[in-house]
């Protein structure tokens, strides 16, 4: 008999949780309660304008509050812990983007795992990053650099904004590839990263679009190649990296919004509607594409597909490359 009482009360228990979830649900969101965006990296960045852009949008459409909150380090890890952590009622969620989701996972031990204890909301951008040396490199073209590299093992060395950031990853898979040998120069953020490279002190690196777009057109940086699987509309005459002679080779930075785990479906689908809503707006299209991005929509089951596979294959570089944090 007691345990049929413990039956019916668990089971009664579960239902009011039930019915509370989906009340919640159809009353989200409270135009009272702010929203809060967590960006894992620092203020004034790409990653921190893109979430700002989305952030004035959706207080538009929505008529509430919706902030900005930077918590940055660990590439990422720091911020991603904090919304891992948080309420799963819809109101902290996180802008990660391919370092939090797609390579840390296989970098290092995280205080988080980066499938379970998120629910993806959906995907919002993708960008490339551009093959660029110093113009004192002789090479020209992606397959002059490779006989360069070879003709010369370990002599030129190539910057990235940090270890385990897209550059780095994307300049690893170039030397798997190619079969060279360059020396990693890692440095705090990309700024100081392009200025070195600017200067001569590294020859050749992956920097993003946005980055390095003006010190191309300038001059003082060449570009080479782009490493999306398609051209860049800033740069048509630019091919890509595959089509320079590595075939298959593609390293896409991608942007999405994460909510913590065991957020209700019903909160998920309503902010991934309102963030695609928001993305398909004209204005919003033109100031990604300004930042180098392309916005690309989709649901969070594909989103979560999406992380699966790059968990997957950076976790693969990173363990042959022998790649660590530190």
Known sequence: MTSLKSFAFAGFAAAAVSVACLAHAQTFPDPKKPIRIIVPTAPAGGNDAMARIVAQK???????????????????AI????????????????FGYIATHGINPGLSKLPYDAVKDFAPIGEIAEAPVVLVVNPSVPAKTVQELIALAKSKPGALSYASAGNGTAPHIAAELFKQMAGI???????????????????GQTQVMFPSLVAASGHMKSGKLRGLAISGKSRSKLFPSLPTVSESGLKGFEVTQWYGFF????????????LNREIVAVMKDPDTVAKFAAQGAEVVTGSPEAFGKLVQAEIAKWGQLIKTAKITAD
């Open 58 to 76: 959706l207080n538009e459409r929505l008529k509430q509050p919706v902030i900005v909150e930077n918590k940055s380090g660990a590439n990422g």
């Open 79 to 94: 911020g991603s812990e904090y919304v891992a952590r948080a309420a799963p009622d819809g109101y902290t969620i996180l």
């Open 181 to 199: 040998d360059m020396v990693h120069v890692p440095y705090k953020g990309s700024g100081p990263a392009v200025t070195d490279t600017l200067a």
């Open 259 to 270: 909510a913590p785990a065991k957020t209700p479906q019903e909160i998920v689908d309503k």
